[in-house]
């Protein structure tokens, strides 16, 4: 069993950054797919990012490539989201998420087995 815990959100001015934590405890992340999803309110749940366990591969929703870049200390049992260039629309509630076994990308929120409880994000003009 993982434990996933975010941290890092918070109000923004639209142009701004925030950098987002997802520590881990329970077990080693180093053998999990990393993943980040938000939610904006009357929304489903959407993709943001993915890293393979190795830390060699990411791949990120269309919306948010060349802003927000995603990355894992294993050392630190962490994961990370930084958001650059904040726009109004990327505020939602911000979740980390843990995928065990096969080392892809996974994209769908319902592939992903541990999920941390979440951290608000919230971006104004």
């Known amino acids: 069993q993982v434990q996933l815990v975010e941290s890092g959100g918070g109000l923004k001015q639209a142009g701004g950054s925030l950098r987002l934590s997802c520590a881990a405890s329970g077990r080693t992340l180093s053998g999990n797919v990393m993943g980040w999803f938000r939610q904006a309110p009357g929304n489903e749940r959407e993709f943001v990012a993915a890293i393979r366990s190795s830390g060699g591969s990411t791949y990120y929703a269309d919306s948010v490539k060349g802003r927000f870049t995603i990355s894992r200390d294993n050392a630190k049992n962490t994961a990370y989201l930084q958001m650059n260039n904040l726009r109004p629309e990327d505020t939602a509630v911000y979740y980390c998420?843990?995928?065990?076994?096969?080392?892809?990308?996974?994209?769908?929120?319902?592939?992903?087995?541990?999920w941390g409880q979440g951290t608000q994000v919230t971006v104004y003009s």
């Open positions: 998420a843990a995928r065990r076994g096969l080392d892809v990308i996974w994209v769908r929120a319902s592939e992903y087995d541990y």
